[in-house]
């Protein structure tokens, strides 16, 4: 391979390396960012939670 060959591949295996690091920083950051609002809403539902009970007895003669 010549010179110039070695360059490109070089180039290219930067690049790929670049875009990847970009692309798992983002997704990162957006699982944080999802981590973090759950984290708040969990915490405000445990706050609003309210327990209602309702019982119901039927009673029949019928047979199933």
């Known amino acids: 391979?010549?010179?110039y060959e070695?360059?490109?591949i070089a180039v290219a295996a930067?690049?790929?390396m670049i875009i990847n690091i970009?692309?798992?920083s983002v997704i990162s950051h957006k699982e944080k960012k999802a981590a973090a609002a759950d984290n708040i809403s969990l915490q405000k539902a445990q706050?609003?939670?309210i327990?209602?009970?309702n019982i119901l007895f039927v009673h029949?003669?019928?047979m199933l």
Do not use: K
């Open 1 to 3: 391979m010549t010179i």
């Open 6 to 8: 070695l360059m490109v």
């Open 22 to 24: 970009i692309m798992w």
């Open 14 to 16: 930067g690049v790929f």
């Open 60 to 62: 029949t003669d019928e």
């Open 51 to 53: 327990i209602e009970e």
């Open 47 to 49: 706050n609003d939670f």
